[in-house]
């Protein structure tokens, strides 16, 4: 018999101090058996996770406070969480991309020294925290709300965004602003469609931008058309080089012309000036004497000639140069 109670005892110790460690340390939920060995643990301090692969309903119960946090990511086949018991988690409230997600159960959860972070969940479509009054961190709400019940909230420190369907209303989380209640920023946007103010105004600025660029390109393609015209117009009125050396070579060559004249024809005589310089004699001069006229020999001429003219009494001996061309 005494047996029998000591084997009792020894179990009875064995239970409480693998509740103890239950409760000490982390915990990874994927069934419904991983939550109930947090029955006996009134603090968890640790972080709650709940496994991707977990599915169905998941029920913590008899759990007041998380020291650590509260997470569940990714588990599509997820369908519900109750947590009817939390009253504050210290490390934040994560629930994102649970695809079958449809309630969250925490009526009793007053304090988040963390953010709350509810995004991503398409098939969640009333959230409400019944008892929720202050949140130390964010504030992050998005998805297919149709609505979103937060009566006893009294301060979000940080920055606060709430998105949800066409039939949501933001009348009365606008309410909650007028208060005071959301210190560090507040937008509540109706519409799958709905822009957040920082994308309203981040789209502005791109279209700014936009339009400044456009306006740029635009006046630098006017800008190079005029300098192309203005150069045409400069080389219409300026010869080109060869044309200057053609007239500077024509004018050292012959007196100015009124028209052109091909270079294989003859010029004509009524095309030049009324005013002629004077022509260089060519050729050898021939000069007169009172008895003979001698001709001059040509360089170039090999053979030399004499004429003998007989110019009559001759009153002078004055000589004069008869040009010979």
Not at 58 to 70: D, L, P, R
Not at 197 to 204: C, F, Q, V
Request: charged residues 15%; proline residues 5%.
């Amino acid at each position: 018999m005494i047996v029998i109670y000591l084997l009792a005892v020894a179990s009875a110790w064995q239970r409480a101090v693998a509740d103890s460690d239950a409760c000490s340390s982390s915990v990874i939920i994927s069934n419904q058996s991983d939550a109930n060995k947090l029955i006996s643990c009134d603090t968890l301090d640790g972080t709650i996770t709940i496994s991707s692969s977990a599915s169905g309903v998941i029920t913590i119960s008899n759990v007041e406070e998380i020291k650590g946090a509260f997470i569940a990511e990714g588990a599509s086949e997820l369908t519900k969480i109750i947590a009817p018991d939390l009253d504050s988690v210290q490390g934040g409230v994560t629930l994102s991309t649970l695809n079958s997600l449809t309630a969250i159960t925490m009526g009793a959860l007053s304090q988040v020294s963390s953010s709350i972070i509810i995004t991503g969940n398409p098939s969640l479509k009333t959230l409400g925290f019944q008892e929720l009054e202050e949140i130390e961190g964010q504030l992050v709400l998005t998805g297919s709300f149709d609505s979103v019940s937060l009566p006893s909230l009294n301060q979000v420190k940080g920055h606060t965004v709430i998105t949800g369907s066409s039939s949501m209303s933001c009348s009365t989380l606008d309410s909650l602003k007028s208060n005071g209640v959301f210190k560090n920023g507040y937008s509540c946007v109706t519409g799958s469609s709905g822009l957040s103010p920082g994308a309203k105004g981040g789209i502005a600025v791109g279209v700014i931008v936009a339009v400044l660029l456009i306006v740029l390109v635009l006046w630098f393609i006017l800008w190079r058309r005029r300098q192309r015209q203005r150069a045409g117009q400069t080389q219409s009125t300026v010869p080109s080089s060869s044309t200057r050396s053609t007239v500077l070579a024509h004018d050292e060559k012959a007196p100015i012309s009124q028209g052109s004249v091909s270079p294989h024809e003859e010029p004509s005589p009524l095309a030049e000036p009324q005013t002629l310089l004077p022509r260089k004699p060519v050729g050898s001069a021939i000069f007169l004497d009172s008895r003979s006229i001698y001709e001059a020999p040509n360089a170039s001429t090999r053979d030399q000639e004499c004429h003998e003219l007989d110019a009559g009494p001759i009153l002078s001996s004055h000589q004069r140069p008869i040009n010979a061309g």
